[in-house]
Protein backbone atom coordinates (compact mmCIF):
# COMPACT_ATOMS: atom_id res chain seq x y z
CA UNK A 1 0.00 0.00 0.00
CA UNK A 2 1.15 3.48 -1.19
CA UNK A 3 1.79 6.11 1.57
CA UNK A 4 -0.14 9.13 0.92
CA UNK A 5 1.54 12.27 1.54
CA UNK A 6 2.82 13.22 -1.99
CA UNK A 7 5.12 15.56 -0.25
CA UNK A 8 6.73 12.87 1.96
CA UNK A 9 10.35 11.47 2.09
CA UNK A 10 9.92 8.41 2.33
CA UNK A 11 11.72 5.91 0.40
CA UNK A 12 10.52 4.45 -2.58
CA UNK A 13 8.33 1.02 -1.69
CA UNK A 14 8.04 2.39 2.26
CA UNK A 15 4.59 0.50 3.49
CA UNK A 16 2.40 1.99 5.01
CA UNK A 17 2.99 0.57 8.46
CA UNK A 18 6.75 1.48 8.33
CA UNK A 19 6.07 5.18 7.76
CA UNK A 20 3.85 5.06 10.49
CA UNK A 21 6.21 3.30 12.27
CA UNK A 22 9.26 5.92 11.37
CA UNK A 23 6.74 8.83 12.39
CA UNK A 24 5.93 7.43 15.90
CA UNK A 25 9.81 6.81 16.43
CA UNK A 26 10.56 10.60 15.64
CA UNK A 27 8.03 11.61 17.60
CA UNK A 28 8.80 9.86 20.10
CA UNK A 29 12.11 11.83 19.81
CA UNK A 30 11.02 15.21 19.13
CA UNK A 31 8.81 14.96 23.01
CA UNK A 32 12.01 13.79 24.90
CA UNK A 33 12.60 16.35 27.34
CA UNK A 34 9.84 18.64 25.78
CA UNK A 35 6.54 18.63 27.40
CA UNK A 36 4.97 21.96 24.53
CA UNK A 37 2.50 20.11 22.66
CA UNK A 38 2.88 22.89 19.75
CA UNK A 39 6.49 22.36 18.88
CA UNK A 40 6.37 19.37 16.69
CA UNK A 41 3.26 20.18 14.18
CA UNK A 42 2.75 16.67 12.67
CA UNK A 43 -0.43 17.22 11.84
CA UNK A 44 -3.91 19.73 11.62
CA UNK A 45 -5.21 19.80 15.05
CA UNK A 46 -8.12 21.06 17.26
CA UNK A 47 -7.94 21.94 20.68
CA UNK A 48 -10.29 21.82 23.50
CA UNK A 49 -10.96 25.82 24.09
CA UNK A 50 -10.90 26.11 27.62
CA UNK A 51 -12.31 29.96 27.49
CA UNK A 52 -15.71 28.06 26.51
CA UNK A 53 -18.94 27.18 28.36
CA UNK A 54 -18.98 23.79 29.91
CA UNK A 55 -22.57 23.24 28.08
CA UNK A 56 -21.35 23.63 25.08
CA UNK A 57 -17.88 22.76 25.00
CA UNK A 58 -15.36 23.49 21.72
CA UNK A 59 -12.49 22.99 19.55
CA UNK A 60 -11.04 25.74 18.31
CA UNK A 61 -8.53 25.30 15.53
CA UNK A 62 -4.71 24.79 16.74
CA UNK A 63 -1.64 23.96 14.52
CA UNK A 64 -2.50 22.72 11.38
CA UNK A 65 -1.08 22.49 6.93
CA UNK A 66 -3.43 22.57 4.69
CA UNK A 67 -6.22 24.18 2.97
CA UNK A 68 -8.61 26.91 4.76
CA UNK A 69 -10.22 25.05 8.40
CA UNK A 70 -13.06 26.04 10.52
CA UNK A 71 -12.16 28.17 13.43
CA UNK A 72 -14.32 27.01 16.39
CA UNK A 73 -16.38 23.75 16.59
CA UNK A 74 -18.59 22.53 18.65
CA UNK A 75 -18.55 18.71 20.25
CA UNK A 76 -20.95 16.72 18.20
CA UNK A 77 -20.83 18.67 15.37
CA UNK A 78 -19.30 17.30 12.00
CA UNK A 79 -16.48 14.52 11.96
CA UNK A 80 -14.62 16.62 14.59
CA UNK A 81 -17.56 17.14 16.79
CA UNK A 82 -18.10 13.58 16.66
CA UNK A 83 -14.78 12.34 17.88
CA UNK A 84 -14.85 14.61 21.05
CA UNK A 85 -17.91 13.90 22.28
CA UNK A 86 -17.70 10.26 21.94
CA UNK A 87 -13.67 10.49 22.41
CA UNK A 88 -13.34 7.69 19.33
CA UNK A 89 -11.41 7.86 16.42
CA UNK A 90 -14.03 9.01 13.22
CA UNK A 91 -12.80 6.68 10.26
CA UNK A 92 -14.93 8.39 7.33
CA UNK A 93 -14.28 6.95 3.70
CA UNK A 94 -16.79 9.60 2.09
CA UNK A 95 -17.49 12.69 3.74
CA UNK A 96 -20.86 13.31 1.87
CA UNK A 97 -22.51 10.20 3.64
CA UNK A 98 -21.62 11.64 7.20
CA UNK A 99 -24.67 13.08 8.85
CA UNK A 100 -23.61 16.82 9.86
CA UNK A 101 -20.41 17.10 7.81
CA UNK A 102 -19.08 20.71 8.25
CA UNK A 103 -17.40 21.05 4.54
CA UNK A 104 -14.46 23.77 5.27
CA UNK A 105 -12.98 21.80 2.51
CA UNK A 106 -15.03 21.00 -1.01
CA UNK A 107 -11.96 18.95 -1.98
CA UNK A 108 -11.94 16.77 0.98
CA UNK A 109 -13.81 13.16 0.07
CA UNK A 110 -12.86 11.26 3.36
CA UNK A 111 -11.10 11.88 6.49
CA UNK A 112 -10.16 10.43 9.89
CA UNK A 113 -10.08 12.60 12.92
CA UNK A 114 -8.58 11.04 16.28
CA UNK A 115 -9.22 12.19 19.88
CA UNK A 116 -6.33 13.05 22.33
CA UNK A 117 -7.63 12.00 25.56
CA UNK A 118 -5.51 13.12 28.77
CA UNK A 119 -7.41 12.35 32.53
CA UNK A 120 -10.07 10.87 30.56
CA UNK A 121 -10.90 14.55 28.92
CA UNK A 122 -10.55 15.48 24.83
CA UNK A 123 -7.91 17.36 24.98
CA UNK A 124 -7.16 17.76 21.47
CA UNK A 125 -7.82 16.39 18.01
CA UNK A 126 -6.34 14.97 15.44
CA UNK A 127 -7.67 15.83 11.98
CA UNK A 128 -6.59 14.80 8.64
CA UNK A 129 -8.32 14.83 5.45
CA UNK A 130 -8.38 13.29 1.81
CA UNK A 131 -8.98 14.23 -1.53
CA UNK A 132 -9.61 10.25 -2.18
CA UNK A 133 -12.92 8.26 -1.49
CA UNK A 134 -11.66 5.62 1.21
CA UNK A 135 -8.72 7.62 1.84
CA UNK A 136 -7.83 5.73 5.25
CA UNK A 137 -7.88 2.60 6.68
CA UNK A 138 -6.92 0.40 9.56
CA UNK A 139 -3.07 1.12 9.63
CA UNK A 140 -4.02 4.42 9.65
CA UNK A 141 -5.94 4.60 12.32
CA UNK A 142 -4.15 1.94 14.33
CA UNK A 143 -1.12 4.70 13.35
CA UNK A 144 -2.98 8.07 14.75
CA UNK A 145 -4.14 6.46 17.34
CA UNK A 146 -0.54 5.49 18.65
CA UNK A 147 0.25 9.11 18.27
CA UNK A 148 -2.66 10.35 20.09
CA UNK A 149 -1.61 8.38 22.98
CA UNK A 150 1.72 9.48 22.55
CA UNK A 151 0.81 12.87 22.49
CA UNK A 152 -1.69 12.50 25.40
CA UNK A 153 1.28 11.23 27.74
CA UNK A 154 4.23 13.47 26.76
CA UNK A 155 2.52 16.85 26.86
CA UNK A 156 1.05 18.98 28.79
CA UNK A 157 -2.35 20.05 28.12
CA UNK A 158 -3.43 22.34 31.57
Not at 26 to 35: I, N, S
Not at 93 to 112: L, N, R, Y
Request: aromatic share 8%; proline share 3%; net charge negative.
Amino acid sequence: MRVHADASNFAQGVTKQQAYDHVLLQAEGLFDGQRNWVTPTIAGFYTFDVTGSAEKPRLILGPFQGKVACQTIYFGRGVCGAAASTKTTQLVCDVDQFPGHIACDGDSKSEIVVPIVADDKVVAIIDIDCACLNGFDEVDQAGLEKLAALLARSCDWS
